[in-house]
């Protein structure tokens, strides 16, 4: 290895469903990190601990443990603390500055078994639109000077792994369990070496580093692929069922009360969109039902629901359903320590997998979007009238007439669902075949009461570890 080079490695990145980069937060409104101009900004901190974590994940536990600090440093409190190779500063989000604006979502807990909205479970984010780039450099540090002994390989293999490390997809910012942040390559990786013992060298790196342009005269990286053996991802077309309707609504319709989502992409078009998050919330449901019917020990268990419908018997305060309870797996309160190793390690399978206070999951369901149609195009949208109906009378309830958009089967257009599992297990991929099975088959409704909820699987292609479960089940025969 070269001890007087400067590797610069460039990733042209794009968010398919938009990013939530937080930093701090107004009462239960989430806001994003933005610099001095006043633009989301993914900082580089929160960028090199993914990329950490993913390349030690992928690469690191076949590698002496020597080879993570040597390119990552160590913390500065170690005997051996040393300084990161790796430098990574912040990413700008620049299309945010261009047609469209930051949006608000707001989210909503519900209670498996009665369908209800929990208390204290409402909140809202700010998030950049679906479609939004980014260009982020990384630069590798290889003068001497730093401690450590160098891997058997050289710096550009280990650029390639970081480059390899979005094969199987990363999420970055927060709130990942919304359905947004994961990050693709919009293009080929480049990369550039520069050699400071040469003066012309030296001074361009010094120019590209501290100037806010692209450097140049780069070169494509023959990015180092690791496939999907680690993972496993299930690609789902979700149509509208012939003669059906479905809505998921945010409370921001303009003409309607509850309408469809919609929301403008980087580059100002109108999209439908399909929340991961709702998928998420019914497929854990689900998920949770079938563990229990295999006698795992699931922590939002039946058992513990009948003893809250039990007036005659006193809750214990970890007992109640309440965001934090759920979070924390219903342990007693006097063991719930936060951080990695604290505490009891949740025995729930379903929490393992979606994730909870005790960690982080290993699902991800990504927000679907679909381009809205032209100008000239018919609306799959339809208007539906509701009343509410006493029970007694039979009458009309005054004041509970009102109407909702609805979008129905002329919508031709498919959601494209991506659902990725990091090192699924065997039961874990099928529970996740089998709630799709039951989706299909529509037994799982998908958004609100005002709405059949009818949604068909009209194409599932699964891919990686465990993708042969899939093969045992048909999709696409509506009923």
Request: one cysteine or more.
């Amino acid at each position: 290895m070269s001890n007087s080079k400067i590797y610069c490695l460039f990733l042209p990145l794009r968010f398919p469903a938009g990013l939530a980069p937080g930093e701090g937060r107004n009462d239960n409104l989430l806001r994003l990190s933005r610099d001095g101009a006043d633009v989301p900004v993914l900082r580089g901190s929160a960028i090199a601990g993914v990329l950490r974590h993913a390349w030690k994940k992928r690469f690191g536990n076949s590698a002496p443990p020597l080879q993570e600090s040597f390119w990552f440093g160590n913390a500065a409190d170690r005997d051996s603390g040393a300084p990161s190779r790796l430098r990574v500063p912040d990413c700008r989000l620049a299309e945010t500055r261009g047609k469209a604006e930051v949006v608000t979502r707001t989210h909503n807990l519900i209670d498996r078994f009665s369908g209800a909205p929990v208390d204290g479970g409402l909140f809202s984010l700010e998030a950049c639109p679906p479609g939004t780039s980014a260009d982020l450099t990384l630069w590798l540090d290889c003068r001497p000077g730093r401690d450590g002994n160098p891997p058997p390989y050289g710096p550009e293999e280990f650029l390639e792994q970081l480059a390899a490390c979005f094969d199987v997809g990363l999420v970055f910012g927060g709130n990942g369990a919304r359905g947004i942040g994961l990050a693709e390559l919009r293009d080929r990786a480049m990369v550039k070496e520069y050699d400071l013992g040469i003066v012309e060298q030296h001074a361009a790196w010094l120019d590209n580093r501290r100037g806010d342009s692209i450097p140049g005269d780069m070169r494509v990286l023959d990015r180092y692929s690791i496939g999907r053996e680690s993972c496993l991802v299930v690609e789902v077309e979700l149509g509208v069922a012939r003669g059906q309707d479905f809505l998921v609504a945010d409370g921001q319709g303009l003409d309607y009360q509850l309408e469809p989502q919609r929301v403008k992409n980087a580059a100002g078009e109108d999209c439908w969109r399909l929340p991961g998050s709702s998928l998420r919330g019914l497929f854990r449901a689900w998920m949770t039902r079938l563990a229990a019917r295999e006698g795992e020990p699931v922590a939002n268990s039946a058992a513990l629901e009948l003893k809250r419908r039990d007036a005659g018997e006193r809750l214990k305060p970890e007992e109640r359903m309440t965001g934090d309870n759920l979070g924390w797996g219903f342990i007693p309160m006097d063991q719930r320590t936060a951080g990695a190793g604290g505490g009891i390690k949740p025995a729930c399978p379903v929490m393992k997998l979606f994730g909870s206070f005790h960690g982080a999951g290993r699902i991800h369901f990504a927000d679907a979007i679909v381009k809205c149609g032209g100008d000239n195009a018919p609306s799959p949208a339809q208007m539906r009238m509701h009343v509410a109906v006493d029970r007694i009378t039979g009458g009309a309830n005054d004041g509970m007439l009102f109407d909702n958009l609805v979008l129905t089967s002329d919508f031709g257009n498919a959601f494209h669902v991506r659902i990725r599992i990091a090192d699924p297990e065997e039961k874990e991929a099928r529970w996740l075949a089998q709630t799709l099975k039951a989706l299909d088959l529509g037994i799982l409704r998908v958004g609100s009461s005002k709405a059949s909820g009818r949604l068909s699987a009209r194409k599932v292609e699964a891919s990686g570890r465990h993708a042969d479960v899939f093969g045992g089940f048909t999709f696409g025969k509506e009923c």
